[in-house]
């Protein structure tokens, strides 16, 4: 089971995904509200997988993933999206998102991507 | 999820999506006014969060229609889509029904399926009368080298969401181990999403059979062939550019949310040590300790930090009431057909969360009026050689221990002589009073109960409810109002509020042997009057003090008639003044106000009571009922 920071500019979210990782066995070590804090919290934190919002305030989190990439290219981060944002995910995935879960989440899947990218080289 | 899982969330989800919807409106109206081209990127965030909210929380119906907002906004994003009033009026009509539809989760009722049904059908139209959004084309990746060629089929879940996004990932996968040397279908096409159940991937890898059916492999794959292929021609591979590394500034939680009840009741534990604290200053006082005295001012100082703070935590900036109004004076100025230009300033400064409660509505009040009522029509305007937008700002800022708010229109002003003939009509004043009454007690007027200049009610002012009932909300506030108005140049209205309402200043007197409490915001002096210069004027008395004749009031029927004294005090209001006679002056001290209990009701004359450290009950004046 994984050490997760969870990055998401809504409470609410972020309560929800916590709460299905939790129920998976996984730690939340951390949580950030936009990509700034996402890049300080990873550094600090080293977490085993982030999970990133796409549309965030200040920095978007394609743009936090990028610095954490190369901040860390072993880095596992998956992306969160929802139906609407496939270009921007293309986008993380092409700067080296290693998943993506689809809002609105539905446990087992988001454990099952989880698990695959935890468990990836 | 279990109930109380629920609950939490919904309270979340209500929260953070009034945020959302509030920044959704504003950015609305920046964008129509064509200020800030970024608003939109705000807006769009916006939409789209709302939208990823209501999905998880299975609202369908808000879905929907954040879903639909957000095709607009992507057009106006993209700049296939022009912003028009029309428009903004569709996606204000949007941003209600999400408001409304907040309402109802808020209250536990559900959403109604179709109640959205008529916005969405006409932001699909919309939509769709614009000229199409081709996805911007992304660039394809092929590599190449010289390992052993393995041709690699992978067939996904049908069932699979989104399988341009699981395509990719199986593509990335393989590259970290080999080179990929082509798909079928292409790249492109993968991306797009554009192929049925399976495609495969020809990558050159030195990894093996095994770890390239691993790498392929994850959920959603439901079957991976991997096989030995002869060599291609190679491509060139390409590398997306990396971001520089951010500065890894150090963050740590800096805001919690609190329940608002909780501060009340430590505001109440507050006020209860500040009385507590005075009760024992009073035994100190009495025994003369000394180490129990240096001891009480150690917890003095502590009491009163904590109250300082207990104070500024309960501060919220006034932007918290002042978002709403931009969309209040569009929807107004459009009603009435007028052209406004509204501006606001000090939206920072802070207020006690009970003041600003109160403070709403009496400021929409004044706002709509000045719309409805002050700023004339463009025509009008243009005829008095003004500019055909009339001016509207609202300004706040702090001043000593007061906050002031402005409302100041630049319209056609209030006519004194309207006021005079329409008082004489309503039978407000006698005509000989009428004819004597100086402009500021005209203007004064406004503020009776039934009187109104204009000549139409319209209805976005709405009726019955007029000034007079802002002036009772402001004084209930221990706040003032004032009017200033000049014909044909404006008016504005001055709000003077204490920033916080629970703990006061006042001054102790004896009045008949009785102790009162007057806030000291309301006293201008203490004087000694020598009983020549106390003069009965009419019905009352009038005393002369530097040259100035002001009423004296000796209170005989709050307090009963008291033995003769030359001590008064000198007491103002909204700018005017009046006299009391007091026995002595026993000094000033903080306290906490607490109101009358709803069993005694309003008492005329008394604002409510306070408890000084010795446990006695001392009413607080009222000094707005005196002057």
Do not use: W
């Not at chain 2, 609305?28 to 939208?51: Q, V």
């Not at chain 2, 004489?424 to 004043?429: N, Q, R, S």
């Not at chain 2, 909204?574 to 009391?580: E, L, T």
């Amino acid at each position: 089971m994984g050490r997760i920071l969870i990055v998401d500019d809504t409470m609410f979210m972020r309560t929800l995904l916590k709460n299905i990782l939790f129920s998976g066995g996984h730690d939340i070590v951390g949580e950030a509200g936009d990509g700034d804090e996402a890049i300080a919290k990873y550094q600090e934190l080293r977490p085993d997988l982030v999970t990133m919002d796409v549309i965030m305030p200040k920095v978007n989190g394609i743009e936090a993933l990028k610095a954490i990439k190369s901040a860390d290219p072993s880095a596992k981060v998956i992306m969160c999206t929802a139906v609407g944002q496939e270009q921007m995910v293309k986008l993380a995935i092409k700067s080296g998102a290693r998943g993506y879960i689809v809002k609105p989440f539905q446990a087992p899947k988001v454990l099952e991507e989880v698990k695959n990218v935890l468990s990836s080289a | 999820m279990t109930v109380l899982d629920e609950e939490m969330y919904r309270k979340l989800f209500v929260e953070e999506s009034r945020e959302n919807h509030e920044n959704i409106v504003n950015n609305l109206l920046i964008l129509e006014s064509g200020e800030d081209a970024t608003a939109i990127d705000e807006i769009f965030r916006s939409a789209h969060t709302l939208k990823g909210m209501s999905a998880s929380m299975g609202f369908d119906e808000l879905e929907r229609l954040c879903h639909s907002m957000e095709d607009v906004f992507q057009l106006i994003r993209n700049g296939q889509s022009v912003v028009t009033p029309k428009l903004v009026d569709l996606l204000l009509g949007c941003t209600d029904a999400i408001e409304e539809m907040l309402d109802d989760i808020e209250a536990g009722r559900g959403l109604a399926a179709g109640r959205t049904e008529d916005l969405v059908k006409s932001l699909k139209e919309y939509a769709e009368g614009s000229p199409d959004v081709a996805d911007a084309p992304i660039a394809a990746e092929v590599g190449a080298d010289t390992p052993p060629t393995y041709s690699v089929t992978v067939a996904l879940d049908p069932e699979c969401g989104m399988k341009d996004l699981r395509a990719m990932l199986v593509l990335q996968n393989l590259e970290e181990l080999g080179t990929i040397v082509s798909t079928t279908p292409p790249a492109e096409r993968l991306e797009e999403g554009q192929f049925e159940g399976s495609f495969e991937v020809v990558v050159e890898s030195d990894a093996g059979e095994e770890a390239l059916r691993t790498a392929a492999s994850g959920p959603e794959v439901t079957e991976v062939v991997v096989s030995l292929r002869e060599p291609q021609t190679p491509a060139a591979p390409q590398k997306s550019p990396q971001m520089p590394e951010k500065s890894g500034k150090r963050r740590k939680i800096k805001n919690i949310r609190v329940d608002i009840q909780r501060l009340d009741q430590m505001m109440n534990l507050v006020e209860d040590l500040v009385i507590n604290r005075g009760r024992l200053e009073q035994i100190a006082k009495k025994y003369g300790i000394k180490e129990f005295d240096e001891a009480l001012s150690m917890i003095g100082r502590s009491v009163s930090d904590l109250q300082n703070l207990m104070m500024s935590i309960r501060m919220i900036p006034l932007e918290k009431i002042f978002n709403r109004l931009p969309r209040v004076v569009r929807d107004t100025a459009q009603h009435d057909g007028k052209e406004i230009e509204f501006v606001m300033e000090g939206g920072d400064t802070e207020l006690d969360r009970s003041v600003m409660e109160g403070l709403s509505d009496p400021l929409l009040h004044i706002i709509r009026n000045a719309v409805n009522h002050g700023i004339e029509p463009p025509e009008v305007r243009e005829a008095r050689g003004k500019p055909r937008k009339g001016l509207l700002r609202l300004t706040a800022r702090r001043d000593k221990d007061n906050v002031i708010i402005e409302i100041e229109d630049d319209g056609g002003g209030i006519d004194p002589e309207r006021l005079r003939r329409s008082a004489v009509e309503k039978g407000i004043l006698a005509p000989e009073e009428a004819k004597e009454a100086s402009k500021d007690e005209l203007i004064n007027l406004l503020f009776q109960p039934g009187f109104s200049t204009a000549a139409t009610i319209t209805d976005i002012s709405g009726r019955g409810v007029g000034l007079d009932v802002v002036r009772k909300t402001i004084e209930s506030l221990k706040g003032t109002i004032k009017v200033e108005s000049e014909v044909g140049k404006g008016t504005k209205f001055e709000l003077v509020l204490p920033p916080t309402v629970a703990i006061i200043d006042v001054m102790m007197v004896h009045i008949n042997r009785r102790r009162c409490a007057i806030p000291i915001s309301n006293v201008v002096e203490v004087a000694l009057a020598r009983p020549d210069a106390i003069h009965r004027i009419g019905t009352g008395e009038g005393v002369l003090l530097r040259d100035q004749i002001l009423p004296l009031h000796r209170l005989e029927d709050m307090f009963g008639k008291a033995p003769q004294s030359d001590t008064l005090v000198v007491l103002q209001n909204n700018g005017r003044k009046c006299c009391i006679v007091v026995d002595f002056v026993e000094g000033q001290q903080e306290v906490v106000v607490k109101p009358l209990s709803r069993l005694i009701g309003s008492c005329r004359g008394i604002s409510g009571v306070t408890i000084p450290g010795d446990g006695d009950v001392v009413p607080v004046l009222d000094v707005n009922t005196l002057v």
